[in-house]
Nanobody
Framework: QVQLVESGGGLVQAGGSLRLSCAGSGRTFSNNAMGWFRRAPGKERRFVAAISWGGDSTYYADSVKGRFTISRDNAKNTVYLQMNSLKTEDTAIYYC????????????????????WGQGTQVTVSS
């Protein structure tokens, strides 16, 4: 079991940047593939980005590709989401998720594949 706590959300103008952090606890954090998802008002939770526990494999939703970067620091039990060139449509609650990965290159893009979730952090992008 991995406990996750997100931080770094807030209010930013369109075109601005934010960096979200997700701090994990538990000895097995470094063996977990990590993902970021978001839920916009009135919409379902959607995949944003994923990273393998080795950090060498990443995957992005088309809507954020080239603007967002996922990374991790296993020594700090933390995964990050750097968000640049933010748009109003990026407004959502952002959640991080963790799931054991059998291989260093494993990552997951479906919410159903994750069993550990954080409580979420609000990101609001104003026009």
């Amino acid at each position: 079991q991995v406990q996750l706590v997100e931080s770094g959300g807030g209010l930013v103008q369109a075109g601005g940047s934010l960096r979200l952090s997700c701090a994990g606890s538990g000895r097995t954090f470094s063996n977990n593939a990590m993902g970021w998802f978001r839920r916009a008002p009135g919409k379902e939770r959607r995949f944003v980005a994923a990273i393998s526990w080795g950090g060498d494999s990443t995957y992005y939703a088309d809507s954020v590709k080239g603007r967002f970067t996922i990374s991790r620091d296993n020594a700090k039990n933390t995964v990050y989401l750097q968000m640049n060139s933010l748009k109003t449509e990026d407004t959502a609650i952002y959640y991080c998720a963790a799931e054991f990965g059998p291989y260093s290159g494993t990552y997951y893009i479906r919410s159903s594949e994750y069993t550990n979730w954080g409580q979420g952090t609000q990101v609001t992008v104003s026009s």
